[in-house]
Nanobody, 122 residues
Framework: QVQLVESGGGLVQPGGSLRLSCAAS????????MGWYRQAPGKERELVAT???????NYADSVKGRFTISRDNAKNTVYLQMNSLKSDDTAVYYC????????????????WGRGTLVTVSS
């Protein structure tokens, strides 16, 4: 019922920047937390950044100071601004949202995007 559409991934040189976007569509009452995760080759999926409905943010130590997560509630969209990219940032990035599809009855669903590939290479 709810789908996430990601955009902004691609190839970038070390030190460059990318801005990822993820927009939710479908039967949405409201959205609680939003976040970005990533999975590099041979590694487990890890949390990159999260943002609550109150705009409180949390970042992985590896991206702190370089990445910025933000949200636009009117557009049901979460963004990830990535600066000073390193080769270690190469991964598939996944959008995640906790979506209220209904409050009566109470219905909260965790939704994942399909992932977008970010490749940092010279």
């Amino acid at each position: 019922q709810v789908q996430l559409v990601e955009s902004g991934g691609g190839l970038v040189q070390p030190g460059g920047s990318l801005r990822l976007s993820c927009a939710a569509s479908g039967s949405i009452f409201s959205i609680n937390a939003m976040g970005w995760y990533r999975q590099a080759p041979g590694k487990e999926r890890e949390l990159v950044a999260t943002i609550t409905s109150g705009a409180n943010t949390n970042y992985a130590d590896s991206v702190k100071g370089r990445f910025t997560i933000s949200r636009d509630n009117a557009k049901n969209t979460v963004y990830l601004q990535m600066n000073s990219l390193k080769s270690d940032d190469t991964a598939v990035y996944y959008c995640n949202m906790m979506v209220f599809t209904s409050r009566e009855p109470y219905r909260l669903r965790e939704i994942w995007g399909r992932g977008t590939l970010v490749t940092v290479s010279s």
